[in-house]
């Protein structure tokens, strides 16, 4: 840990806080509000969902999974490049503050689009993607340099039920606007919905400065070279040969990719899926997913508990094997009350297997290292390619057969393919731990 005892709480809590700036990000923008905005406005007059993008006609729900796919894709090819320039540079909190004002500010600029500038929304949404994700990277690779080890479950769970607690707090005042305009002096909800937006915005750059006043800048006082870019370059390439040597990281990171596929496409499409397969209704699709945002900020707690008394690896095979179960549920939901007892589900173990990843890979960074944003950085391009295969096999599967319930179904391959992995994961138990073994 870099920050004196005395600043320590005061550290770890801004650090905590970035969570409750981006996470507006996740739900108003990818989940919740914008992408019913998108298709209202990009559906013509009657009814047809096909849209000219740069000349190129095509369906509008397709150009939006691509322009997400992109963004992933696009942050996935540049985060090692960049954290590697960070690592060598000492300047995470710059790249982090970077990252951070390009999604806040393209946020706002999609209070400007209409279905009279398609190019300039997908732009924005683009870089909004690009800026949330490239942020996390740095943002997660300070949590070794400001807690202990015997912190970092814990630390890792506040970060998420913050986010958690932020962004429903500000999706339930943008549902507000939406649902009684009138009363927010608003003309009609769709300017709600590009004043929601705006707020997302300005809510993220705004809490923002919290961490960026606290965390440490350039903790190591590395010296900036004018070869940054080569200097990033070999930054990568030398973590990169440290974690092909390390056994239990790659284990742990293979794991986390096969049942990221699955974590990450439910929580992308679960909405979908009650739309589709059930017809629900749009409030109560949105019910559904304040239940998950809700009940996750008890599983982030509730499961950094169990990892403290039985360890990391038995927390996160009970929570893979629990999705196992949740993907053959799926396939049998009928009804909006069992929907709503899978949505209760899937938030305990959704907000329990984000925040313990985070913390199990900081734990299995080695000591000695300065390179954390680096090391982040092959966390993160997992995280991000598992998404782009996960909704591609998804899409694919549904495809072929016709149902998205099919496609649910054999999401359980993916967690039985990282529970697999996970098994053969030796995760030390920390000296703290309630049981004085090692898991095996």
Same mark, same amino acid.
């Given at each position: 840990?870099?920050?004196?005892?005395?600043?320590?709480?005061?550290? =770890?809590?801004?650090?905590?806080? &970035?969570?409750?700036?981006?996470?507006?990000?996740?739900?108003?923008?990818?989940?919740?509000?914008?992408?019913?905005?998108?298709?209202? %406005?990009?559906?013509?007059?009657?009814?047809?969902?096909?849209?000219?993008?740069?000349?190129?006609?095509?369906?509008?729900?397709?150009?939006?999974?691509?322009?997400?796919?992109?963004?992933?894709?696009?942050?996935?090819?540049?985060?090692?490049?960049?954290?590697?320039?960070?690592?060598?540079?000492?300047?995470?909190?710059?790249?982090?503050?970077?990252?951070?004002? !390009?999604?806040?500010?393209?946020?706002?600029?999609?209070?400007?689009?209409?279905?009279?500038?398609?190019?300039?929304?997908? @732009?924005?949404?683009?870089?909004?993607?690009?800026? &949330?994700?490239?942020? $996390?990277?740095?943002?997660?690779?300070?949590?070794?340099?400001?807690?202990?080890?015997?912190?970092?479950? +814990?630390?890792?769970?506040?970060?998420?039920?913050?986010?958690?607690?932020?962004?429903?707090?500000?999706?339930?005042?943008?549902?507000?606007? $939406?649902?009684?305009?009138?009363?927010?002096?608003?003309?009609?909800?769709?300017?709600?919905?590009?004043?929601?937006? +705006?707020?997302?915005?300005?809510?993220?750059?705004?809490?923002?400065?919290?961490?960026?006043?606290? !965390?440490?800048?350039?903790?190591?006082?590395?010296?900036?070279?004018?070869?940054?870019?080569?200097?990033?370059?070999?930054?990568?390439?030398?973590?990169?040969?440290?974690?092909? =040597? @390390?056994?239990?990281?790659?284990?742990?990171?293979?794991?986390?990719?096969?049942?990221?596929?699955?974590? =990450?496409?439910?929580?992308?499409?679960?909405?979908?899926?009650?739309?589709?397969?059930?017809?629900?209704?749009?409030?109560?699709?949105? !019910?559904?997913? +304040?239940?998950?945002?809700?009940?996750?900020? $008890?599983?982030?707690?509730?499961?950094?508990?169990?990892?403290? @008394?039985?360890?990391?690896?038995?927390?996160?095979?009970?929570? %893979?094997? %629990?999705?196992?179960?949740?993907?053959?549920?799926?396939?049998?939901?009928?009804?909006?009350?069992?929907?709503?007892? !899978?949505?209760?589900?899937?938030?305990?173990?959704?907000?329990?297997?984000?925040?313990?990843?985070?913390?199990?890979?900081?734990?299995?960074?080695?000591?000695?290292?300065?390179?954390?944003?680096?090391?982040?950085?092959?966390?993160?391009?997992?995280?991000?390619?598992?998404?782009?295969?996960?909704?591609? *096999?998804?899409?694919?599967?549904? =495809?072929?057969?016709?149902?998205?319930?099919?496609?649910?179904? *054999?999401?359980?391959?993916?967690?039985?393919?990282?529970?697999?992995?996970?098994?053969? %994961?030796?995760?030390?138990?920390?000296?703290?731990?309630?049981?004085?073994?090692?898991? *095996?």
């Amino acid at each position: 840990m870099l920050v004196s005892l005395s600043n320590k709480k005061k550290v =770890q809590n801004a650090w905590a806080m &970035y969570d409750w700036a981006n996470s507006v990000y996740s739900l108003v923008i990818t989940s919740t509000i914008f992408p019913v905005y998108y298709n209202s %406005v990009t559906k013509d007059i009657d009814g047809g969902d096909r849209v000219d993008f740069f000349g190129f006609e095509i369906i509008n729900t397709v150009l939006y999974s691509y322009s997400i796919s992109f963004s992933f894709l696009l942050i996935a090819f540049l985060s090692p490049l960049l954290s590697g320039i960070a690592d060598s540079s000492g300047k995470k909190l710059s790249f982090m503050k970077f990252f951070a004002y !390009l999604g806040s500010l393209s946020c706002i600029g999609l209070f400007f689009f209409d279905s009279s500038n398609l190019e300039f929304g997908i @732009i924005c949404s683009v870089l909004a993607s690009v800026g &949330y994700a490239g942020s $996390i990277v740095f943002y997660n690779a300070f949590l070794p340099e400001i807690s202990e080890e015997k912190d970092f479950d +814990l630390l890792s769970a506040k970060g998420f039920a913050l986010g958690y607690i932020g962004s429903v707090i500000l999706l339930i005042l943008n549902l507000l606007m $939406i649902q009684f305009p009138g009363t927010f002096g608003i003309p009609d909800g769709g300017v709600a919905a590009r004043i929601s937006f +705006l707020i997302t915005g300005f809510w993220w750059a705004g809490f923002s400065q919290i961490p960026f006043r606290a !965390l440490p800048n350039n903790p190591f006082n590395k010296k900036i070279s004018s070869k940054l870019l080569l200097h990033g370059y070999r930054e990568i390439r030398k973590v990169f040969r440290e974690v092909k =040597q @390390i056994t239990v990281m790659n284990r742990f990171l293979i794991a986390f990719f096969f049942y990221s596929m699955g974590v =990450q496409t439910i929580m992308y499409l679960a909405a979908l899926f009650g739309d589709k397969e059930l017809g629900l209704p749009g409030d109560q699709l949105i !019910l559904t997913i +304040l239940i998950i945002q809700f009940v996750a900020i $008890i599983g982030s707690y509730f499961f950094a508990f169990i990892s403290k @008394i039985y360890g990391n690896k038995k927390s996160l095979v009970i929570m %893979v094997s %629990v999705w196992f179960l949740l993907c053959c549920g799926a396939y049998f939901v009928y009804t909006v009350y069992e929907f709503f007892a !899978l949505a209760f589900v899937v938030g305990l173990v959704m907000g329990g297997i984000q925040s313990l990843s985070r913390s199990t890979f900081s734990k299995l960074i080695p000591v000695s290292t300065t390179d954390h944003a680096s090391y982040f950085s092959f966390y993160d391009v997992t995280e991000k390619i598992a998404i782009v295969l996960g909704t591609f *096999s998804y899409g694919i599967i549904e =495809q072929m057969t016709g149902s998205m319930r099919n496609s649910a179904l *054999s999401l359980g391959i993916f967690f039985l393919i990282g529970l697999g992995f996970l098994l053969k %994961v030796s995760i030390p138990k920390p000296k703290y731990s309630m049981a004085n073994q090692k898991d *095996s």
